[in-house]
């Protein structure tokens, strides 16, 4: 009686494919474009993905002085941090980290999407985040992703 074997293969460092992709975020709302780029560092969209293994690509994000938030966020979204004394908790609402510092509302929403251990600090490496249409990785001549078709 012959027997048909089923073997799982699991992705390690060395048979990854990574790539680079490029995603625009003008005018896309932030969390989704976030959750989309998540699963892209991920690697979830991948047939070989495996949990443990940083399988996802490169991805790089520009635009994102043009993005949106939906309904009143701008004004009631609050990011809140703590210096580490008594009396120290710092709240600053998106408008105003927006306006500071843009780049930071695509890190921090990506990086809440990402697993909270060594891997996801690994992955978050691979985010690379630009405010203009302009960045310094066209050598690696990224693959341009459609985040419209997506959501």
Same mark, same amino acid.
């Given at each position: 009686?012959?027997?048909?074997?089923? +073997?799982?293969?699991? /992705?390690?460092?060395?048979?990854?494919?990574?790539?680079?992709?490029?995603?625009?975020? /003008?005018? *896309?709302? *932030?969390?989704?474009?976030?959750?989309?780029?998540?699963?892209?560092?991920?690697?979830?969209?991948? $047939?070989?993905?495996?949990? %443990?293994? @940083?399988?996802? @690509?490169?991805?790089?994000?520009?635009?994102?002085?043009?993005?949106?938030?939906?309904? @009143?966020?701008?004004?009631?979204?609050?990011?809140?941090? %703590?210096?580490?004394?008594?009396?120290?908790?710092?709240?600053? $609402?998106?408008?105003?980290?927006?306006? +500071?510092?843009?780049?930071?509302?695509?890190?921090? /929403?990506?990086?809440?999407?990402?697993?909270?251990?060594? *891997?996801? /600090?690994?992955?978050?490496?691979? *985010?690379?985040?630009?405010?203009?249409?302009? %960045?310094?990785?066209?050598?690696?001549?990224?693959?341009?992703?459609?985040?419209?078709?997506?959501?």
């Amino acid at each position: 009686m012959t027997k048909t074997s089923y +073997k799982t293969i699991s /992705a390690n460092s060395k048979t990854v494919n990574k790539e680079w992709v490029l995603v625009d975020a /003008a005018n *896309l709302p *932030l969390g989704r474009t976030a959750s989309i780029i998540a699963t892209l560092l991920r690697g979830k969209h991948k $047939t070989n993905f495996t949990p %443990h293994v @940083d399988c996802g @690509d490169n991805v790089i994000v520009i635009n994102t002085e043009k993005i949106e938030l939906t309904g @009143d966020k701008w004004s009631q979204k609050q990011y809140i941090n %703590h210096t580490g004394y008594p009396g120290g908790q710092r709240i600053i $609402t998106a408008d105003k980290l927006h306006k +500071k510092n843009n780049i930071r509302l695509v890190e921090k /929403a990506v990086k809440g999407m990402l697993p909270k251990n060594k *891997l996801g /600090a690994e992955l978050y490496r691979n *985010l690379k985040v630009f405010p203009g249409s302009k %960045h310094n990785h066209e050598a690696q001549k990224p693959k341009i992703i459609d985040i419209n078709s997506r959501i």
